[in-house]
């Protein structure tokens, strides 16, 4: 069974960091590109980043283009969402998903961060 | 960046109902990389189309999609209690993937 699971979300004060990491299992690792996604309060879903099959390729949305930073670790079936110079708007679910390129089949639960003072 | 509009917003049916959900892209999207997905609250999101119409690893085929180009269209034929979420169309034909704002398929 593939699961996805998220964790390193919590409480950060504006202009601060934090890395989400997501664990994985069920499928092989490092034949899937793996995404971050988000959902803000009351909002929709938003794709954050995603990195290609050997970590060679990483896309960002543009509201998060350096500053957030994505990266995997085959060895450990996990990857990561380094994200620095924490805003508000940045306070969202984030779910970490793989699959096939651009296609998303699995998601993880979604861990909460919040930016706030 | 290529726009997904959907409509409704929301739909009230009842279980048992047909539910037509609509997808509307700003341009043409590549190849029908078009796909649907379930949300509840407090779940993953769940994959139920991918290119367009073809139905994800284990979906139920009360599910299907269908359109090309710009238009899309999800439609569940006989609505089960488990089927009431919110349903939200992306496309990942190029970057940035896009979203569309979802339709909240509700219980009347």
């Known amino acids: 069974e593939v699961q996805l699971v998220e964790s390193g979300g919590g409480l950060v004060q504006p202009g601060g960091s934090l890395r989400l990491s997501c664990g994985a299992s069920?499928?092989?690792?490092?034949?899937?590109?793996m995404s971050w996604f988000r959902q803000a309060p009351g909002k929709g879903l938003e794709w954050v980043a995603n990195v290609n099959k050997d970590g060679s390729q990483r896309y960002y949305v543009d509201s998060v283009r350096g500053r957030f930073t994505i990266s995997r670790d085959d060895a450990k079936y996990s990857f990561y969402l380094q994200m620095n110079n924490l805003r508000a708007d940045d306070t969202a679910v984030y779910y970490c998903a793989s699959g096939s390129g651009f296609l998303c089949e699995y998601w993880g639960r979604g861990t909460l961060v919040t930016v706030s003072s | 960046e290529i726009v997904l509009t959907q409509s409704p917003d929301t739909l009230s049916l009842s279980p048992g109902a047909r539910a037509t959900l609509s997808c509307r892209a700003s341009?043409?999207?590549?190849?029908?990389?078009l796909a649907w997905y379930q949300h509840k609250p407090g779940q993953a999101p769940r994959l139920l189309v991918y290119?367009?119409?073809t139905r994800a690893t284990g979906i139920p085929d009360r599910f299907s999609g269908s359109g090309s180009g710009t238009d899309f269209t999800l439609t569940i034929t006989r609505l089960e209690p488990e089927d009431f979420a919110v349903f939200y169309c992306q496309q990942y034909a190029t970057s940035p993937l896009t979203f569309g704002g979802g339709t909240k398929v509700e219980i009347k």
């Open positions: 341009q043409s999207v590549a190849s029908n990389y």
């Open positions: 290119g367009a119409s």
């Open positions: 069920g499928f092989t690792f490092s034949a899937h590109w």
